[in-house]
Nanobody, 125 residues
Framework: VQLVESGGGSVQAGGSLTLSCAAS????????MGWFRQAPGQAREGVAG????????YYADSVKNRFTISRDDAGKMVYLQMNSLKPDDTAMYYC????????????????????WGQGTQVTVS
């Protein structure tokens, strides 16, 4: 199983980016998909998560009402729409998957996730 992120880049504050995460190989990557980010010198932070097949979405307080996680019906792509970007959003962004209970998915703890992508850099100036 391989997760591959794309869509990162440099943007001015207030701008938008959409990150994509594609699953290849054996495409089952768990029922919970999440986006995480890590800035230099900081711990990895859960940003957004969703239970596949469910309607619930989970967001860190720092990105609520600005970021939206979604997936395609085939279950092979996960997206993170990021609006009103701020310099504090600058980080490497990672896609991750795991088999989790709903309440564990909501916690967005990186240690709970099994499958990881290599990351895509987002820089906001």
């Amino acid at each position: 199983v391989q997760l591959v992120e794309s869509g990162g880049g440099s943007v001015q504050a207030g701008g938008s980016l959409t990150l994509s995460c594609a699953a290849s190989g054996y495409t089952y990557t768990g029922n919970c998909m999440g986006w995480f980010r890590q800035a230099p010198g900081q711990a990895r932070e859960g940003v957004a998560g969703a239970v596949i097949g469910g309607g619930s979405r989970y967001y860190a307080d720092s990105v609520k009402n600005r970021f939206t996680i979604s997936r395609d019906d085939a279950g092979k792509m996960v997206y993170l729409q990021m609006n009103s970007l701020k310099p504090d959003d600058t980080a490497m962004y990672y896609c991750a998957g795991a088999d989790l209970y709903t309440w564990d998915c909501e916690r967005l703890l990186s240690s709970d996730f099994t499958y990881w992508g290599q990351g895509t850099q987002v820089t906001v100036s």
